[in-house]
């Protein structure tokens, strides 16, 4: 059972760049949620999704879109990187809502944008 | 004023010692309450939530004080293992779905 699983590992771009960061999860889990975390701060939450198809912005969104097609994947797109967004990102998911429910990450995404 | 917030330490403390951590939260409506663990590098995984009589899981006990706004995590008994950033999390409200708020964690080094 892989539970959450997030690819790459490790980027680095360039500032403009474009990427996406796939996430995967095989518990069938409605809610999905994309985090970053920087040095000194909390993690914080860029988009989530509460289902198939639907997607809602977190605190920190601008700068990211996502997109929920499958269940099971949330993909966070950076159209054109900036160096504040180098951060470590999370992925998660929950059966529930988190606000009740245990929070399932994957291992993160190490982003460098130079 | 931040969400939540948590000293960050460090607390260096040896095995078998008792130590505590509070996090306090700005907005009084909040419903949730949950800690975190977060190994260096790594994932945060859940440890506990926090339930308005108190709870305990072993060595780990944590208490909601809402008159105060505040959280506490104690570990008794401390083993190397216990080495992490805990993190204090928080829902401010009931009908924000999704919208977890987490402290930026308190860093533990249990030393032998």
């Known amino acids: 059972n892989a539970g959450v699983t997030q690819t790459p590992k490790f980027r680095v771009l360039k500032t403009g760049q474009s990427m996406t960061l796939l996430c995967a999860q095989d518990m069938n889990h409605e809610y999905m949620y994309w985090y970053r975390q920087d040095p000194g701060m909390g993690l914080r939450l860029i988009h989530y999704?509460?289902?198939?198809?639907?997607?809602a912005k977190g605190e920190v969104p601008d700068g990211y879109n996502v997109s929920r097609l499958k269940k099971q994947n949330f993909l966070l797109g950076l159209e054109s990187a900036a160096p504040s967004q180098t951060s470590v990102y999370f992925c998660?998911?929950?059966?529930?809502?988190?606000?009740?429910?245990?929070?399932?990450f994957g291992s993160g995404t190490q982003l460098s944008v130079l | 004023r931040k969400e939540v917030e948590q000293d960050p330490g460090p607390f260096n403390v040896p095995e078998g010692a008792t130590v505590a951590f509070n996090c306090t939260y700005s907005n009084s409506a909040s419903q949730s309450f949950f800690w975190y663990r977060q190994d260096c590098r790594k994932e945060p995984k859940l440890l506990m939530s926090?339930?308005?009589s108190g709870n305990e899981d072993g060595r780990f006990t944590a208490q909601l004080n809402r008159a105060s706004q505040y959280i506490s995590l104690l570990i008794r008994d401390s083993k190397l293992s216990d080495s992490a950033t805990y993190l204090c999390?928080?829902?401010?409200?009931?009908?924000?779905?999704?919208?977890?708020?987490f402290g930026r964690g308190t860093q533990l080094t249990v030393w032998p």
């Open positions: 926090v339930y308005s």
């Open positions: 998660a998911s929950s059966k529930e809502t988190a606000t009740n429910e245990k929070l399932f």
């Open positions: 999704s509460v289902g198939e198809g639907t997607t």
């Open positions: 999390v928080v829902n401010p409200t009931s009908s924000t779905l999704g919208r977890l708020y």
